[in-house]
C-alpha cells in the first residue's frame, strides 16, 4: 500500500485547509482510511478514519465539528477538511490505511510520509 499525503501549508487561526490522501498498491474493499497526525514530543494521535465502502466516519473529539473526512473511490483519494483550525491543531499529519476500522484506529498498518500543518495564532 502507497499513501501520498499533500496540502499541508502556513494557516491563520480561524482558517481553512484541505489534506488529500492518494492511495494505491491494492482495492482497499472493507479498509478504512484516514489520518492521524503527530507534534513534537508527542505520540501519534489519531485524527479521522471513514471506511471505503460505506464511507461511515469516526473524528477524534478534538476535531469533530471542524473536520470532515471524505473519500473518492473513482480517484482513490481520501480528504480531511479542515476548519476553524486552532494552533493546537499544528501537527504533522499522516494519511494512514487499516485492514478494519479497529486496526486504522489503534494501530494503522500503512502510513504516508507527513505533510506539516502550521496554525499561527
Known amino acids: 500500500v502507497q499513501l501520498q499525503a499533500s496540502g499541508g501549508g502556513l494557516v491563520q487561526a480561524g482558517g481553512s485547509l484541505r489534506l488529500s490522501c492518494a492511495a494505491s498498491g491494492r482495492t482497499f474493499t472493507n479498509w478504512a482510511l484516514g489520518w492521524f497526525r503527530q507534534t513534537p514530543g508527542k505520540e501519534r494521535e489519531f485524527v479521522a478514519t471513514?471506511?471505503?465502502?460505506?464511507?461511515?466516519?469516526y473524528y477524534a473529539d478534538s476535531v469533530k465539528g471542524r473536520f470532515t473526512i471524505s473519500r473518492d473511490r473513482a480517484k482513490n483519494m481520501v480528504y480531511l477538511e479542515m476548519e476553524r483550525l486552532e494552533p493546537e491543531d499544528t501537527a504533522v499529519y499522516y494519511c494512514i490505511a487499516g485492514r478494519t476500522v479497529t486496526i486504522a484506529h489503534n494501530s494503522p498498518g500503512s502510513w504516508g510520509q507527513g505533510t506539516l500543518v502550521t496554525v499561527s495564532s
Open positions: 471513514i471506511t471505503w465502502n460505506l464511507g461511515t466516519t
